[in-house]
């Protein structure tokens, strides 16, 4: 049986009958704050798919409260990896999101500077579309890492003898994820040197550990940043929402003769990937 096309805003899967035309219509304010940007979900609400259900399930606290948030993604067909699986389960969402956040609901949650964390589905979909690039002694780069939550991820699945970089234009973000990550599982990757968090253009990547057989970007380009695509390793593949208002999440693989293969997964929405000053309004 064919899987169903699906569509996803803000995070959240929309799932529409094979070899059907979809259209999807909405109206969003992103409003511009000194703290957390309030971010509408309630236009998506008239959307019942089995993934809006998941939103339900806040069950218990700390590893209790992960576990159970893994086993619902895995449950509603999001994991199908064991790989992943493991590594969502280690790292503990919680310690990655504003306190008195919904930590462990299939949501997007704001982080501040009108950034956002993604839903939980949508870090289990990058992790899967990834996770032959991400073996024990590869290199990933994380471009807008934000709090460091898919950061840690990729962080474990490549292990100490790997290398993860993760990058961000807000330094008070990268101040944050390093805390973030210190008080993670992951914090022992992050003193052994071999995940390392920085402040700067995601949009030129970070040369000083490229290439990368893994790349991941956690905000929507109008295009591929050449920058990205020239730190790509030959056989490595890139995951990156493309678009202004339509987007779709290209999954980009470079061949070892570098040439460039290029599909798209699904529709997404994102914030865009843009400038400091864009995104935080100068403030």
Same mark, same amino acid.
């Given at each position: 049986?064919?899987?169903?096309?699906?569509? *996803?805003?803000?995070?959240?899967?929309?799932?529409?009958?094979?070899?059907?035309?979809?259209?999807? *219509?909405?109206?969003?304010?992103?409003?511009?704050?000194?703290?957390?940007?309030?971010?509408?979900?309630?236009?998506?609400?008239?959307?019942?798919?089995?993934?809006?259900?998941?939103?339900?399930?806040?069950?218990?606290?700390?590893?209790?409260?992960?576990?159970?948030?893994?086993?619902?993604?895995?449950?509603?067909?999001?994991?199908?990896?064991?790989? =992943?699986?493991?590594?969502?389960?280690?790292? &503990?969402?919680?310690?990655?999101?504003?306190?008195?956040?919904?930590?462990?609901?299939?949501?997007?949650?704001?982080?501040?500077?009108?950034?956002?964390?993604?839903?939980?589905?949508?870090?289990?979909?990058?992790?899967?579309?990834?996770?032959?690039?991400?073996?024990?002694?590869?290199?990933?780069?994380?471009?807008?890492?934000?709090?460091?939550?898919?950061?840690?991820?990729?962080?474990?699945? =490549?292990?100490?003898?790997?290398?993860?970089?993760?990058?961000?234009?807000?330094?008070?973000?990268?101040?944050?994820?390093?805390?973030?990550?210190?008080?993670?599982?992951?914090?022992?990757?992050?003193?052994?040197?071999?995940?390392?968090?920085?402040?700067?253009?995601?949009?030129?990547?970070?040369?000083?550990?490229?290439?990368?057989?893994?790349?991941?970007?956690?905000?929507?380009?109008?295009?591929?940043?050449?920058?990205?695509?020239?730190?790509?390793?030959?056989?490595?593949?890139?995951?990156?929402?493309?678009?202004?208002?339509?987007?779709?999440?290209?999954?980009?693989?470079?061949?070892? &003769?570098?040439?460039?293969?290029?599909?798209?997964?699904?529709?997404?929405?994102? =914030?865009?990937?843009?400038?400091?000053?864009?995104?935080?309004?100068?403030?």
């Amino acid at each position: 049986m064919r899987a169903c096309p699906t569509l *996803t805003a803000y995070g959240r899967h929309y799932l529409a009958p094979p070899r059907t035309l979809v259209s999807l *219509t909405t109206f969003t304010s992103l409003h511009r704050h000194n703290s957390a940007p309030f971010l509408n979900l309630s236009l998506f609400t008239a959307f019942r798919s089995p993934f809006s259900r998941m939103e339900q399930f806040q069950t218990g606290t700390g590893s209790t409260g992960n576990k159970a948030m893994v086993e619902n993604l895995k449950r509603f067909g999001v994991i199908s990896s064991k790989k =992943v699986a493991e590594v969502m389960e280690a790292l &503990d969402r919680g310690l990655f999101v504003p306190v008195g956040s919904s930590a462990y609901a299939d949501t997007p949650l704001p982080i501040g500077y009108n950034a956002t964390i993604s839903a939980p589905h949508m870090h289990a979909t990058c992790l899967q579309l990834l996770e032959d690039k991400l073996q024990p002694g590869m290199r990933a780069l994380d471009v807008g890492s934000g709090t460091g939550y898919l950061t840690g991820c990729f962080a474990l699945m =490549v292990g100490a003898e790997g290398r993860v970089v993760g990058v961000d234009h807000i330094p008070e973000l990268v101040d944050m994820s390093i805390k973030n990550v210190e008080k993670s599982v992951a914090g022992s990757l992050l003193q052994k040197g071999s995940l390392s968090l920085h402040v700067g253009d995601g949009r030129k990547g970070w040369e000083e550990f490229a290439p990368y057989d893994a790349i991941h970007v956690g905000a929507a380009a109008s295009e591929v940043p050449l920058a990205l695509l020239d730190q790509l390793k030959p056989g490595g593949r890139m995951v990156i929402p493309v678009g202004t208002y339509f987007q779709e999440l290209k999954v980009i693989d470079k061949s070892e &003769d570098g040439s460039i293969k290029t599909r798209t997964e699904t529709s997404v929405r994102y =914030v865009p990937l843009t400038s400091r000053v864009e995104q935080t309004g100068g403030f």
